[in-house]
T-cell receptor, first 112, second 115 residues
Framework: DVKVTQSSRYLVKRTGEKVFLECVQD?????MFWYRQDPGLGLRLIYF???????EKGDIPEGYSVSREKKERFSLILESASTNQTSMYLC???????????FGDGTRLSIL | DQQVKQNSPSLSVQEGRISILNCDYT??????FLWYKKYPAEGPTFLIS?????DKNEDGRFTVFLNKSAKHLSLHIVPSQPGDSAVYFC??????????????FGQGTILTVHP
């Protein structure tokens, strides 16, 4: 069965901190994605990766970066956390472009 | 610029009746559409999809209809069950070129099914 695992369910950090969110998939999927979910806005794409070391900006990349050193792992980095980055962060993976994405359970991040 | 819109924030339905969730899109390049269901404190789970070459796809109690000329899709759940109560997101994708299956999501509709 498909499994996408996000390292933390809940995280509290302070403004200005560098924050790492980790995501691992066990399905040998090519594509991995990071979204944030906010009330009334749905899910918005931050960054995605279609291969190891390859990445592309999504719709709201400002203030974020990503790293994909191994196929199964995709990290989201908040370079200098700010309060407007308080959100639910969701990681997803997919095998091919016409296959549904499979999501992790999310990380609820609070920036104080 | 919201390319995928779900104009109903919430929907309330009686158990056993039909639930109809609606979604509109503006980008005519979208050719693959999906519905996801999300419970609180869980990630979205894939429900059903449809390609633009079809106008209907069924899977058990779930049917998705696509009207390309109106740029509109809908999800029908028949019969509705209390366990269907969740947030439903529609999503759209352009499958050609270098899209890599990027999804654009709507804002979500909260479905409540009353016993």
């Amino acid at each position: 069965d498909v499994k996408v695992t996000q390292s933390s369910r809940y995280l509290v950090k302070r403004t200005g901190e560098k924050v790492f969110l980790e995501c691992v998939q066990d399905m040998d999927h090519e594509n991995m994605f990071w979204y944030r979910q906010d009330p009334g806005l749905g899910l918005r794409l931050i960054y995605f990766s279609y291969d190891v070391k390859m990445k592309e900006k999504g719709d709201i990349p400002e203030g974020y970066s990503v790293s994909r050193e191994k196929k199964e792992r995709f990290s989201l980095i908040l370079e200098s956390a700010s309060t407007n980055q308080t959100s639910m962060y969701l990681c997803a993976s997919s095998l091919q472009y016409k296959q549904p994405q499979h999501f992790g359970d999310g990380t609820r991040l609070s920036i104080l | 610029d919201q390319q995928v819109k779900q104009n109903s924030p919430s929907l309330s339905v009686q158990e056993g009746r039909i639930s109809i969730l609606n979604c509109d899109y503006t980008n005519s390049m979208f050719d693959y559409f999906l519905w996801y269901k999300k419970y609180p404190a869980e990630g979205p789970t894939f429900l059903i999809s449809i390609s633009s070459i079809k106008d209907k796809n069924e899977d058990g109690r779930f049917t998705v209809f696509l009207n390309k000329s109106a740029k509109h899709l809908s999800l029908h759940i028949v019969p509705s069950q209390p366990g269907d109560s969740a947030v439903y997101f529609c999503a759209a994708s352009r499958t050609g070129g270098t899209s890599y299956g990027k999804l654009t999501f709507g804002q979500g509709t909260i479905l409540t099914v009353h016993p």
